[in-house]
C-alpha cells in the first residue's frame, strides 16, 4: 500500500520550470499515489467520494503545486472547499484525518531570500502556507515543514535541477517512514526549515 498521497495542482504543466519535473519523480516514486487533480477534474468538477477515500486510505498527504500569487491553484482551493466538509474533516465525527500527516511540497519563482522578512516578499514560505496549515491543524492533523524549491525562474542549469530532484527524492523517502511521527521527522535536518 502507498503511504503518500500527493494532490498535484498545476494549470499549466506545460510550461513548468521544475514543478513537472518533480512530480515525474513522484509518480516513480513506490510509497506515492499521484493524484494529479487538473487531469482528473479539468472542469472543476471534483469527485468528492473518491479524494475523501483517497485521504482515508494515505497516512501522508502533500500538496504540490507552484506557489501562485502566495497560494494555491484554484482547483486546490476548490479541492480543500468541497472535500474538507464538517463530519469527514472535522467538527461532529469528523475524525477522519484526525493523526495523519500534512504537509507541501512547491515551487517558487523568486530566491530564498526574496522569502524573509527583509526580503523583496516581506514574508516567509510558512507565511503564505499558513491558512492551508491551519486548515489541516482543524482537521486533526500533523504539520511537517514543506519541501521548497526556490529560484525555479532561474535554475535553467541542469546540474541545479539534478540536485533538486535528487532532494525531492530523499524527502519522499524520509516521508515514506510511517512510524515516524512528525515530531520525529521535524528533528530530521531534510524534514526542516533552515
Given at each position: 500500500?502507498?503511504?503518500?498521497?500527493?494532490?498535484?495542482?498545476?494549470?499549466?504543466?506545460?510550461?513548468?520550470?521544475?514543478n513537472?519535473?518533480?512530480?515525474?519523480?513522484?509518480?516513480?516514486?513506490?510509497?506515492?499515489?499521484?493524484?494529479?487533480?487538473?487531469?482528473?477534474?479539468?472542469?472543476?468538477?471534483?469527485?468528492?467520494?473518491?479524494?475523501?477515500?483517497?485521504?482515508?486510505?494515505?497516512?501522508?498527504?502533500?500538496?504540490?503545486?507552484?506557489?501562485?500569487?502566495?497560494?494555491?491553484?484554484?482547483i486546490?482551493?476548490?479541492?480543500?472547499?468541497?472535500?474538507?466538509?464538517?463530519?469527514?474533516?472535522?467538527?461532529?465525527?469528523?475524525?477522519?484525518?484526525?493523526?495523519?500527516?500534512?504537509?507541501?511540497?512547491?515551487?517558487?519563482?523568486?530566491?530564498?531570500?526574496?522569502?524573509?522578512?527583509?526580503?523583496?516578499?516581506?514574508?516567509?514560505?510558512?507565511?503564505f502556507?499558513?491558512?492551508?496549515?491551519?486548515?489541516?491543524l482543524?482537521?486533526?492533523?500533523?504539520?511537517?515543514?514543506?519541501?521548497?524549491?526556490?529560484?525555479?525562474?532561474?535554475?535553467?542549469?541542469?546540474?541545479?535541477?539534478?540536485?533538486?530532484?535528487?532532494?525531492?527524492?530523499?524527502?519522499?523517502?524520509?516521508?515514506?517512514?510511517?512510524?515516524?511521527?512528525?515530531?520525529?521527522?521535524?528533528?530530521d535536518?531534510?524534514?526542516?526549515?533552515?
Amino acid at each position: 500500500m502507498t503511504q503518500i498521497l500527493i494532490l498535484y495542482a498545476h494549470p499549466a504543466q506545460q510550461f513548468s520550470r521544475m514543478n513537472r519535473l518533480l512530480a515525474e519523480v513522484a509518480q516513480r516514486h513506490a510509497s506515492v499515489f499521484f493524484n494529479d487533480l487538473y487531469h482528473h477534474y479539468p472542469n472543476f468538477l471534483v469527485d468528492i467520494e473518491r479524494e475523501q477515500h483517497l485521504l482515508q486510505t494515505h497516512h501522508t498527504i502533500v500538496f504540490q503545486h507552484p506557489l501562485y500569487w502566495y497560494s494555491t491553484p484554484a482547483i486546490l482551493k476548490e479541492w480543500q472547499d468541497i472535500v474538507l466538509q464538517p463530519g469527514f474533516a472535522y467538527g461532529e465525527g469528523g475524525e477522519y484525518l484526525r493523526g495523519k500527516r500534512f504537509t507541501s511540497a512547491i515551487t517558487v519563482g523568486g530566491a530564498e531570500s526574496e522569502y524573509a522578512v527583509g526580503g523583496h516578499n516581506k514574508n516567509s514560505i510558512l507565511d503564505f502556507l499558513l491558512p492551508i496549515r491551519q486548515t489541516m491543524l482543524t482537521c486533526g492533523m500533523s504539520l511537517i515543514d514543506p519541501f521548497v524549491s526556490y529560484g525555479v525562474h532561474y535554475n535553467a542549469n541542469s546540474t541545479v535541477k539534478h540536485s533538486e530532484l535528487d532532494r525531492f527524492s530523499d524527502w519522499l523517502n524520509k516521508l515514506g517512514h510511517t512510524e515516524m511521527t512528525a515530531a520525529d521527522l521535524a528533528t530530521d535536518d531534510m524534514l526542516r526549515l533552515p
